[in-house]
């Protein structure tokens, strides 16, 4: 098993960046792909985006390629989401997902996550 936990939300104008973290405990991460789900109020969880276990490939939700990029260091058991040119549209809870087993862009498909870390966009 794996026990993830988020970090680096906060409140950013529009325009901003923030890089959120989902550092990893009990099994190596290695072991995993991961990925970044969110979640506004009154809506379903969706994908953001998703890396595969070396790195070596990742995938993007339409709405955020281009603006966001995940990256992990396996060496420190983290996974990165950098979000650049943020707009209000991306407010919400940000979560790490984790599944043994190739990268995938479907929330069911996650076996392990996070609590979550709130993101608000100011307009």
């Known amino acids: 098993q794996v026990q993830l936990v988020e970090s680096g939300g906060g409140l950013v104008q529009a325009g901003g960046s923030l890089r959120l973290s989902c550092a990893a405990s009990?099994?190596?991460?290695?072991?995993?792909?991961m990925a970044w789900f969110r979640q506004a109020p009154g809506l379903e969880r969706e994908f953001v985006a998703a890396?595969?276990?070396?790195?070596?490939?990742?995938v993007y939700a339409d709405s955020v390629k281009g603006r966001f990029t995940i990256s992990r260091d396996n060496a420190k058991n983290t996974v990165y989401l950098q979000m650049n040119n943020l707009k209000p549209e991306d407010t919400a809870v940000y979560y790490c997902?984790?599944?043994?087993?190739?990268?995938?862009?479907?929330?069911?498909?996650?076996?392990?996550w996070g609590q979550g870390t709130q993101v608000t966009v100011s307009s």
């Open positions: 890396i595969s276990r070396t790195g070596g490939s990742t």
């Open positions: 009990g099994r190596a991460v290695n072991w995993y792909a």
């Open positions: 997902a984790a599944r043994p087993a190739a990268m995938n862009t479907g929330r069911t498909t996650y076996d392990y």
